[in-house]
């Protein structure tokens, strides 16, 4: 009789612990600056992810290509949105990071961004040499498209002391440019960018050609590419513009448990339509696209979930 009780409160006790949900994880994911694309779509990582990973709780936090790979790296953030060339230079301690990174992996590669150089039509600016002396706004400082925007100047002979410069978000660079105080807005996002669509929409603008740009910009980081704005894009855009591109991608720190980074990738493979409602260029995209090789090798989850679908990827 003994042993009867004793094995019904085993069986009770089993039952019991196969009822009570998996202990609450709670993990910070950084997105990007309000009026981009991070924002909603972090949103949409959010709610695959917690219905991937029993107990998962994801806390969206702002960020910005270059904040969020040091948030990661710094144990301020689990996980968050990167741009490949900024990430690249953090694994080699290339200014702005201070120190190389040694906490950052590889999630996966999600669909090309675009360095567009907006003008004012009427401004006479033709090359980012005629910027000198003008008014430019771009991205706060932290941001990819800061970085690019100092660069560029820079393969020109300029720095932020020879322009009228501002740091500020899209909404506000926008109501910069439509009131005359900046003729050219610089930002790294994707297309077409909402804070450009409103921007033409309300005054007559181009988007400079970088071509020429490419040879030098490459000089400082092997990973810029040469990438297509379509024409028609942008209102009243006739011709395809080409401009300097990167790539974006998730990085996870290292430490975060293999299986949970499994199905956090496996999640966004299984939900690619979902995100491409958010951003229509990740609508062809496929595991294999996801594991493109942009020099940051991968976290070891991810990297199962990749040989699983036959792809093999370098890890730490």
């Not at 567009?116 to 400082?141: E, F, P, W, Y």
């Amino acid at each position: 009789m003994k042993n009867s009780f004793s094995i019904l409160a085993t069986v009770v006790g089993v039952s019991l612990s196969l009822a009570v949900p998996a202990a609450a994880v709670d993990l910070k994911l950084m997105t990007g600056p309000q009026g981009g694309v991070w924002v909603p779509l972090g949103g949409q990582l959010k709610d695959m992810w917690e219905k991937a990973v029993p107990g998962l709780n994801v806390q969206s936090l702002p960020g910005a290509g270059i904040a969020n790979v040091r948030g990661v790296d710094e144990g301020k953030a689990d996980v968050g949105f990167g741009n490949s060339i900024s990430t690249v230079d953090g694994l080699k301690g290339t200014a702005p990071f201070p120190k190389p990174t040694t906490n950052v992996c590889n999630v996966a590669t999600l669909y090309p961004q675009y360095y567009q150089l907006v003008v004012s039509a009427d401004s006479g600016v033709k090359s980012v040499k005629d910027l000198k002396g003008k008014g430019v706004t771009t991205q706060q400082r932290g941001n990819t498209g800061e970085l690019i925007t100092g660069q560029l100047l820079k393969v020109n002979g300029l720095s932020y002391n020879d322009v009228k410069m501002s740091f500020v978000s899209y909404t506000d660079s926008v109501t910069q440019m439509q009131d005359g105080h900046a003729v050219a807005f610089g930002l790294g996002t994707t297309i077409p960018s909402g804070a450009v669509m409103d921007l033409a929409a309300a005054r007559p603008v181009t988007i400079l050609d970088l071509s020429d740009q490419l040879a030098e910009m490459r000089k400082l980081n092997p990973g810029y590419t040469l990438v297509s704005i379509p024409k028609g894009t942008y209102p009243k855009q006739d011709n395809e513009v080409k401009v300097i591109g990167y790539a974006t991608h998730i990085v996870a720190s290292c430490k975060l448990p293999a299986d949970m980074v499994y199905a956090m990738t496996k999640a966004m493979a299984d939900n690619i339509v979902s995100m491409a409602s958010v951003n229509k260029s990740m609508s062809g995209l496929t595991p294999k696209a996801m594991a493109e090789d942009i020099g940051v090798p991968f976290h070891p989850g991810a990297a199962k979930y990749y040989k699983e679908a036959g792809i093999t990827v370098a890890t730490n």
